[in-house]
């Protein structure tokens, strides 16, 4: 396999892999059911010390239309304080899950495209090595996201509060700041975009695998957006099927619920495939041993 194919090969070889292992798909159908579960447990939790407490709390909370008295009948009814730890402990509990098979999904693409053959067996071995890192990283960047965010906000503070103020907002300032950060947005996630897969292809930890994503842009910043607009191109083509059905409410969530496990089965693990090749065949790492090695744990 060369080091060197374009990006058309890297499709075609990539699409090849990935149909010769539907089980990629696992990792984003469990993600998705371990999250379903979660948030079922959650609202159990939240809710069951308000309905012991107070059982006829829905046909009550029903008749109030002020948002300030309803927090004052659920703060008279329940511990807000022990449903907002619930409520936190169950977003982290989701996002480790999350980030476990995101890198369950990638050490499967990994060895895919090294031997042409992968199992679950290679989605736990990776999970398990590699999530803790994987969720950090994400938490890094999210940080940094945020803190660009803020940055791009702070000059339109002024317009914003005289928007919700006024009733003759100024549109222009506005329509600037949305502007910028739809821009922002577009630009840190293709500088981005690499990060997961240094993560776990080179076994790196989440301040080296950021670094190792932005500087494998700043390599091949061409290859790089042309796998995400084809990324990019394959979700939007998903959506823009749908508008013909938008007619018929029926039709309209059936086509959803279709477009939803279409995305989950194929265009995930596929593009997972696809991202992970660009990043193998680019960094050298085709010629590796056809099984991930146990590594050590780079924290930095």
């Given at each position: 396999?060369?080091?060197?194919?374009?990006?058309?090969?890297?499709?075609?070889?990539?699409f090849?892999?990935?149909?010769?292992?539907?089980?990629?798909?696992?990792?984003?159908?469990?993600?998705i059911?371990?999250?379903?579960?979660?948030?079922?447990?959650?609202?159990?939790?939240?809710?069951?010390?308000?309905?012991?407490?107070?059982?006829?709390?829905?046909?009550?909370?029903?008749?109030?239309?002020?948002?300030?008295e309803?927090?004052?009948?659920?703060?008279?009814?329940?511990?807000?304080?022990?449903?907002a730890?619930?409520?936190?402990?169950?977003?982290?509990?989701?996002?480790?899950?999350?980030?476990?098979?995101?890198?369950?999904?990638?050490?499967?693409?990994?060895?895919?495209?090294?031997?042409?053959?992968?199992?679950?067996?290679?989605?736990?071995?990776?999970?398990?090595?590699?999530?803790?890192?994987?969720?950090?990283?994400?938490?890094?960047?999210?940080?940094?996201?945020?803190?660009?965010?803020?940055?791009?906000?702070?000059?339109?503070?002024?317009?914003?509060?005289?928007?919700?103020?006024?009733?003759?907002?100024?549109?222009?300032?506005?329509?600037?700041?949305?502007?910028?950060?739809?821009?922002?947005s577009?630009i840190?996630?293709?500088?981005?975009?690499?990060?997961?897969?240094?993560?776990?292809?080179?076994?790196?930890?989440?301040?080296?695998?950021?670094?190792?994503?932005?500087?494998?842009?700043?390599?091949?910043?061409?290859d790089?957006?042309?796998?995400w607009?084809?990324?990019?191109?394959?979700?939007?083509?998903?959506?823009f099927?749908?508008?013909?059905?938008?007619?018929?409410?029926?039709?309209?969530?059936a086509?959803?619920?279709?477009?939803?496990?279409?995305?989950?089965?194929?265009?995930?693990?596929?593009?997972?495939?696809?991202?992970?090749?660009l990043?193998?065949?680019?960094?050298?790492?085709?010629?590796?041993?056809?099984?991930?090695?146990?590594?050590?744990?780079?924290?930095?």
């Amino acid at each position: 396999m060369s080091m060197n194919e374009d990006i058309g090969t890297l499709l075609r070889r990539g699409f090849e892999t990935w149909r010769g292992n539907l089980n990629l798909a696992v990792p984003f159908v469990l993600t998705i059911v371990a999250i379903m579960l979660l948030t079922v447990a959650m609202v159990l939790a939240v809710m069951y010390p308000l309905i012991t407490s107070s059982p006829d709390l829905f046909s009550t909370a029903g008749d109030l239309e002020d948002p300030q008295e309803l927090m004052e009948f659920l703060q008279g009814a329940g511990n807000l304080g022990l449903a907002a730890a619930i409520i936190l402990i169950a977003i982290l509990a989701m996002a480790l899950l999350s980030s476990f098979f995101t890198a369950g999904a990638i050490g499967m693409a990994k060895v895919a495209t090294l031997s042409g053959k992968t199992t679950l067996k290679d989605m736990w071995s990776s999970g398990r090595r590699h999530f803790i890192r994987l969720f950090l990283a994400e938490v890094v960047m999210m940080v940094v996201i945020l803190v660009g965010v803020l940055v791009l906000t702070l000059p339109f503070i002024a317009d914003l509060m005289g928007a919700f103020e006024t009733n003759e907002p100024e549109f222009g300032p506005l329509i600037l700041w949305i502007a910028l950060l739809i821009a922002f947005s577009l630009i840190i996630s293709i500088l981005l975009a690499m990060v997961p897969y240094a993560l776990v292809v080179d076994g790196l930890g989440p301040i080296g695998a950021i670094k190792a994503g932005i500087a494998f842009f700043r390599s091949n910043k061409m290859d790089v957006f042309l796998i995400w607009l084809v990324v990019m191109a394959v979700s939007v083509a998903i959506q823009f099927l749908a508008a013909p059905f938008s007619g018929s409410e029926a039709a309209s969530a059936a086509f959803s619920s279709l477009s939803g496990v279409v995305s989950i089965l194929i265009v995930a693990p596929l593009t997972t495939v696809w991202w992970t090749r660009l990043y193998m065949t680019r960094a050298g790492k085709m010629a590796e041993a056809e099984t991930p090695r146990d590594e050590g744990v780079k924290y930095l």
